[in-house]
T-cell receptor, first 110, second 115 residues
Framework: EDKVVQSPLSLVVHEGDTVTLNCSYE??????LLWYKQEKKAPTFLFML????IEKKSGRLSSILDKKELSSILNITATQTGDSAIYLC??????????FGTGTRLQVFP | EPEVTQTPSHQVTQMGQEVILRCVPI?????FYWYRQILGQKVEFLVS????????KSEIFDDQFSVERPDGSNFTLKIRSTKLEDSAMYFC?????????????FGQGTRLTVV
């Protein structure tokens, strides 16, 4: 069965800290890995990764895929209270659906 | 910025009733999806729709569910006879080239409560 696992489930940090969120997957016919941020309702897109070892960056957020280790990390540097959210990892295979992990709940306190 | 819009934001219905959840995908997108998220659980795929037909559906998407694109803009999810366990947040999503090739954009969701 195709599976996406995220860790940790929950993380509490202070503003200014750097965090690393992990996503690992066990799927057949991997195609891409996506990160989403879910604040109140809708997941909003962060990154899509298809190639191993190429870092994608957007401001304080960055992500990289390791196809050998079947995993990805999402880094957030200099965290702010506005980064508080659930971060979702999802994988696509040879079909079109997204297979989601359970998410990591990040809470950033001032 | 274009966005996926869903209505209503919250729907309360009695068990056994039919509900229709509505979505307006981003206008130039060709691939449409429904996902659901039961409170405290992961987001689960229900169905994908392309070229006016279902391209894939999950085990959850049984005979009580159906999807339709009745005109050029709306995409609906119908649940024929709701059960208590259908209570969840339902997300519509769309993408322009399939979510394996490009990102899927999600709507704000419809919270369905079955009582």
């Amino acid at each position: 069965e195709d599976k996406v696992v995220q860790s940790p489930l929950s993380l509490v940090v202070h503003e200014g800290d750097t965090v690393t969120l992990n996503c690992s997957y066990e799927v057949t016919n991997f195609r891409s890995l996506l990160w989403y941020k879910q604040e109140k309702k809708a997941p909003t897109f962060l990154f899509m990764l298809t190639s191993s070892g190429i870092e994608k960056k957007s401001g304080r957020l960055s992500s990289i895929l390791d196809k050998k280790e079947l995993s990805s990390i999402l880094n957030i540097t200099a965290t702010q209270t506005g980064d508080s959210a659930i971060y979702l990892c999802a994988v696509t295979i040879n079909t079109d659906k997204l297979i989601f992990g359970t998410g990591t709940r990040l809470q950033v306190f001032p | 910025e274009p966005e996926v819009t869903q209505t209503p934001s919250h729907q309360v219905t009695q068990m056994g009733q039919e509900v229709i959840l509505r979505c307006v995908p981003i206008s130039n997108h060709l691939y449409f999806y429904w996902y659901r998220q039961i409170l405290g659980q992961k987001v689960e795929f229900l169905v994908s729709f392309y070229n006016n037909e279902i391209s894939e559906k999950s085990e959850i998407f049984d005979d009580q569910f159906s999807v339709e694109r009745p005109d050029g803009s709306n995409f609906t999810l119908k649940i024929r006879s709701t059960k208590l366990e259908d209570s969840a947040m339902y997300f519509c999503a769309s993408s322009d080239a399939g979510s394996g090739n490009t990102e899927a954009f999600f709507g704000q969701g419809t919270r369905l409560t079955v009582v």
